[in-house]
Structure formats: structure tokens, C-alpha cells
């Protein structure tokens, strides 16, 4: 990219009021992940030298959304005297620093590093103190306005200051720049609050700058889409489809099947193989792994876990943390908890429910069964309603179940056990001893038939009148 260091401001102190949320808004999500998340990410793609994301409304949480980027640093805005004031804030860290300075906000989540890459070399081509990214929009309300003289840029009006021709200008302010960074901090500092609001505007940089001779400079974008912010809940609904189509749209063009692209919710470090099919109200969340030619049927939730090729996951199955390897059958209703592992071929029906578990290749757990902290070998067959009593109260335990054993139904399992290779556990047995290799295990009360009961039970009670 650029040989100039390039240096992000990220605005994010201001409460987001019309959100009503306990959550900041910076931390509310688009596309599955925090819209400052996204923002940061996009702007690592610059290398950036500095990023500093201002904080201020909630501070302590947006903070600690930031874990994943340690080279973004964060700067107190308190009190919020305006945009001009927020971005004064992150003078100390960029002290000493030379190069460009890209502005965004945390707001504005769905600016492209395209766009970004555009400004800062129209900026730099230009040689200009400052270059601010504008579009139109028929009806730009609340937005500050651009005001042009022979075709350059004058001012920034912002909304309420406007007079009734200015109010008709279509061209809007982004309040997306570029500035250099020598004789930045110098033009903040000399911002005022003369304004309708008393706050500090950013945009009266362009004024600052002209009266010193500078340049200031815009990149005119044909669409506005990629400047939306988002102010309420609606529009964060908006957003999220609008990036759940992006996101979509490069799935189908890789190869996968979407049945309905408006229900397929895929997050972005998701990776989908070719010629599988995914149906509608599917969830595909975190670092999840789909192979090629599966099969994602309606409902079903996956989330931090990869499936191999071939596999097909009936509907509503829930799959966290674990590893599913190719051509399994699950599902319906299957529950797979974090760190389970299913071997190839291996068949998870309704109703059951994995944790810690690792099936070996074509093990069979078709109904109603729990498995907790169990190791289950090669072609074992769990029958209906096993369950392994992993848990004593206190402790966990482990079942270690070897390949080709057959536990029969409705059998519990009383950890820690061991069933030995193809042995046998008698329907609804109580196992609480190790079963040898090869043997038949029967763990429960002997029956007993007693013929003509009822005729004598019925002899004693006389029937009543
Ligand atoms: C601002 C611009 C306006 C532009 C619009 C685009 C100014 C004065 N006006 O207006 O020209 O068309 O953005 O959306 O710059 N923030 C802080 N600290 C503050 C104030 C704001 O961090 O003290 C953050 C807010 O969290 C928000 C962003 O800056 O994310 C914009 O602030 P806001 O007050 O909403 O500015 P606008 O009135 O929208
Ligand atoms: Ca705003």
C-alpha cells in the first residue's frame, strides 16, 4: 500500500441514545461480529502505524471488545464536546507520529477498505491537508451539507445552521477524512463553539485550513450506501441484511447452495466447501468449517466447530466447539457440546446429546441418548436411552466404551467405567463394573411372571355395588 505511515481515528464515545441499550452501540453487532470489530478489521488491512479508537460512553466494555486487536489503543473523550473534541483526544497517541490520519466512526460499519484505499490516494495525489469523502442523497436531513464555491469545497454546514438554500444542497458530509497529520492538532485546537450546538464541529477544519492556505479536498462517492450509520435498532436490523447478502452473495458465487439467501446467517471467518447446500434459518457463527457436498438442513446452528465433507445435519441440530468429520448422519434434534469429536460414517440421531465425547468411525447413537465425558470406539452401538452418569455431584467421570460394543437399550452407564472390546450391556442394565472384552453384561433385576395373579387379586375384592 501506501509508502506514507497511515495512522486510524475511530470515534466511538457517544452514547447512542435512540438504541436503548445497556450495550454500547459500537459493540452492537453486524454481520455476527461488533460493528467496532468490523471497523478495526478493516482497518488492519492498512497496517496501520496507530489505531486509537476513542472512547468515552461506556467505556470499560468497548475497551474490552478490543482484545483481539492489541495494537489498537484507546483514548477517554469526557465529557462529549463534538466531533472536533473527540478527535483532539487522540492527540498524545499520534505525538511524534508523521503521515495521514483516516478518521471513521464506530458507527459506520460497512465502509469498504476499498473506499478507505481511495481516499487516502485521491488525498495524497492531491497533496491536501485534509480530504473528506461526500455523496448525495435527494433528502441528506440532519446531515452537515457541502457547500462549494466554483466547484471547490468552501464549507460544512451542518444541519441546524443552515439556511433554507443550503437545506436544498444534496451533497452531504460523511464526516470520513483523511488529514495529514502536520498541523493537525494545531488546526483542532483552534476550533470554536460558535455554532447552534456549542460543540466543537470537526468540519470547521476546512475553514481553518483554507484560511491558511491549504488544500482541502473531497472524494465524491456514486453511492452513499457504504456511509450509513446506524442510530436504532431498525437500522441496525437494515444493515445486518444488507451485509447478510454481501456476505451471501460471495457464498453462492464460491459454490454453495443457499435454499433461501434472505434466512442463511453466515459470519465472516465462516468457510463453506463447494457443492453444499444450505437451507433456510441456518447459523453458521465463529471459526465453523463447513466441507464440500453437505448437506445443512433447516434450523440448525453451528458454532466454532467444522463439519467434513459429505456430512448431513438434519434439522435443528445445535453443534458448539467440537469436530465433525465427513459423511456423519446427524439429526435431527442432536446436541453436540464443546469439545466432542464424531469420526467419519459414525450416525447421531434425535435426542442426543454429546459432551466431551469422541465417537469413533461408523459408532451409532441414534436415539435418545446422553454422552458425557465418554470415549466411544469404532461401530459401537448405543442403543435408546443410554446414558452415561458422568457425574457424581462433585467430580466428572469417564466412559470408555471399545470398539464394537453393543450397549443395549436404556442401559446407564455409571462412570468411570469401561466396557470392553464387542462385549455386550444387557437393555436397561445399571453398569457399574468394568465388562471384560467380549462379554455379556446384564445389570438389573431378575423378572419374575406369577400366573393367575389377577384372578386372585379380583377374588379378594369383592366387586362394589
Ligand atoms: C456529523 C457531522 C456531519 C456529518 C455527519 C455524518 C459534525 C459536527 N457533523 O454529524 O457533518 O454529516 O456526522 O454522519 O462533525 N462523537 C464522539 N464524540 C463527540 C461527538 C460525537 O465520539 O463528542 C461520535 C459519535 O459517537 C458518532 C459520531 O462521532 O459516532 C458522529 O457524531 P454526531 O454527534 O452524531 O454527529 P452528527 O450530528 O451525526
Ligand atoms: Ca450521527
Redesign the pocket.
Known sequence: MSPTPIHFVI??????TRMKSELP??LHPVGGEPMIVRILRTAGRFQPVTSTV?V??MADMVRASLKAFPNAGTVV?E????????LLQAAPPLRGQSGTVVLL????PMLSAETISRLVAHHHATKAAATVITAHLPN?T????IVREHGKLAR?V??RDATPGQKTITE????IYAFELDGLFDALGRISTA?A?G??????LVGIFRGDGKTVETLVLDDPDE?R?V?SRAELALMNAQVRDQRNAAVMAAGVTLVDPTSAWIGPDVEIGPDTTIHPNVYLEGATRIGARCEIHAGVRVINSTIGDGTVVQNYCVVRDSTIDQNVAMGPFSHIRPDSKVAAGAHIGNFVELKKTSLGPGAKANHLAYLGDATVGAKVNIGAGVITCNYDGVHKHQTVIDDGAFIGTDSQLVAPVRVGREAYVAAGSTITEDVPAGALAIGRGKQENKPGWVERKKAKTPAKK
Open positions: 470515534l466511538a464515545a457517544g452514547k447512542g452501540k459500537v476513542v468515552g460512553h473523550q465529557p462529549q464536546l463534538g466531533t472536533g473534541h473527540a466512526y464506530g458507527d459506520v441528506p440532519g446531515l452537515g451539507r460544512i451542518e444541519e452531504f458530509n460523511s464526516g455554532n450546538q460543540e466543537y464541529y470537526l468540519p470547521d456511509l450509520g442510530n
